[in-house]
């Protein structure tokens, strides 16, 4: 029997064959991929996984490919670091940063779940990948499918900055701008999944996909000795990765990699495009759709489509999810890059501000061991940070000159 | 012939308005509710919208001109 059994429809349970599906035709629900973990078992250990690859293939068996891998076999196993200064600063005395962003080859958690949908698009025998999206999910499509010599196809709204698209236009995908809002992107793209045969890697492809983000906690508990933190701060777009992560654990105390996790998940979003915290301020299990306006545009995902399992996976685990306005945004990018090196995108602003208001609300218990997931580079959104992180200091060409300006004295 | 899987949410206003009928009279659409949630204060409707191609888009902008919110049955995919 292959590891793969079939996609199950998370809200009627309906199964469906292995196929480029996404939407239970019952219920409307959204498909996973559901493994035969005993068949996983018998091939996965910790000795075996260690003896791999260092990339996300060495967890190869828990992600839903039936072949060797073939697209981005250099992505995840990011370095997963003791954050000493920054715990210092927020009183956490066990604080751990996995640093996405340094992932290959585009700089962001993104290439990992691009790596699964577009190795498992080849095995369905796309020869076509799109996706819909304005920064960093267009970046790791268009990069994997020009080094798998795939045809690409890249959705963005037309009123998208030039230097975003620019950064897609180098790998030669065809970057189609559509004119109109946000909504009209979302509909044309569903309707050209629908008309096409292509992968649309966060349409038709989703269930495999997202299975990406589940490497993020199983490095995470292998980078810690093979053990689940005690609590997680996640950044909440899709909510994708928030619940993935979370399965990511159970799948690894599932097969005994590691004992039963009791990691509490906390998410993090802007106060810009918070639809999930506000639901979970509210007590509601409702996600109620918001206009976004942040500056973390890796997050601005008003509708977002595992909202509502982000939200249980927070409130079953005993987390919290926190929003950050966008001056807290950029406050958490310096301060993650002055204490730990770290030059994170807007996300990771986003994330690290919402981990020091946890840290102060006393969410977060100084003792756990909580793992804060940084999940892209800084150089992608260095407009947020113009104008908040000083100047140059200016000086004539003379030491007299460098001295007197720095204020310096010679050592003698 | 297009297929286009949608949930429509309704304000309170619009509550009491059949829309979901009006629309399959207007335009050449089939409508098939698969799942809905509706009370006396809000609701929403799974549906699927079949059709020609411009007909499917012409029924989305009217059920938005009648002052329901529609969102594809993904949420947001632009990621």
Not at chain 1, 166 to 183: F, H, M, Q, S
Not at chain 1, 310 to 322: C, F, M, P, Q
Not at chain 1, 341 to 346: D, K
Not at chain 1, 353 to 373: F, M, P, S
């Amino acid at each position: 029997m292959t590891k793969m059994k079939a996609l199950v429809c998370r809200e009627c349970g309906k199964r469906y064959p292995l196929e480029p599906l996404h939407v239970c035709e019952f219920c409307f629900g959204p498909l996973e991929v559901e493994y035969n973990y005993d068949a996983i078992g018998r091939e996965m250990s910790r000795a075996s996984i260690e003896a791999g690859p260092k990339s996300l293939w060495r967890y190869a068996p828990l992600l839903p490919i039936e072949k060797e891998p073939t697209v981005g076999l250099y992505a995840g196993m990011t370095p997963l670091i003791h954050a000493k200064n920054l715990g210092r600063e927020l009183g956490l005395d066990r604080l751990y940063i996995k640093n996405d962003t340094v992932n290959h080859p585009t700089l962001s958690f993104k290439d990992r779940v691009v790596a699964v949908a577009l190795t498992r698009a080849r095995e369905f025998g796309f020869d076509t990948v799109a996706c819909a999206s304005t920064g960093n999910l267009a970046n790791s499509v268009a990069s994997h499918a020009a080094q798998a010599g795939l045809r690409c196809f890249v959705f963005i709204p037309s009123d998208l900055e030039a230097g975003k698209i620019l950064g897609n236009l180098v790998y030669r995908p065809t970057v189609v701008a559509v004119e109109g809002n946000y909504d009209d992107v979302n509909r044309l793209c569903s309707e050209v999944a629908g008309e096409y045969r292509w992968a649309f890697v966060n349409i038709n492809i989703r269930p495999y996909y997202a299975e990406g983000s589940k490497t993020l906690a199983f490095e995470t508990a292998e980078q810690l000795g093979w053990t689940a933190p005690d609590h997680v701060v996640v950044p909440i777009a899709s909510g994708s990765l928030l619940t993935k992560i979370r399965k990511g654990l159970m799948e690894l105390a599932k097969l005994g990699l590691i004992d039963q996790p009791h990691t509490k998940v906390s998410g993090a979003q802007a106060a810009g495009c918070g639809p999930v915290a506000t639901a979970f301020e509210a007590g509601r299990d409702f996600i109620k759709p918001v206009t976004p306006k942040t500056i973390a545009k890796s997050l601005a995902i008003g509708n977002p489509a595992d909202g509502y399992y982000a939200l249980k996976a927070v409130r079953e685990t005993g987390g919290s999810i926190a929003s950050v306005s966008d001056s807290e945004i950029v406050e958490g990018i310096s301060l993650l890059a002055r204490t730990e090196g770290i030059f994170a995108e807007t996300a990771g602003g986003v994330t690290t501000a919402v981990l020091a208001k946890l840290a102060r609300q006393g969410k977060i218990d100084r003792r756990e061991l909580t793992v804060a997931y940084i999940t892209g580079h800084g150089l992608k959104t260095q407009e947020a940070i113009a104008g908040s992180v000083g100047d140059v200091v200016r000086i004539q060409p003379s030491l007299s000159h460098f001295e007197q300006t720095l204020q310096l004295k010679r050592d003698t | 012939m297009a297929s286009l899987k949608v949930r429509i949410t309704f304000p309170e206003e619009q509550i009491k308005e059949p829309v979901i009928y009006q629309i399959g009279k207007e335009y050449k659409v089939v409508t098939n509710i698969r799942r809905a949630d509706v009370t006396e204060k809000t609701g929403w409707v799974d549906l699927e919208l079949i059709g020609e191609t411009k007909e499917v888009e012409k029924a989305v902008a009217g059920l938005k001109k009648k002052g329901v919110k529609v969102d594809l049955i993904e949420r947001n995919v632009i990621e």
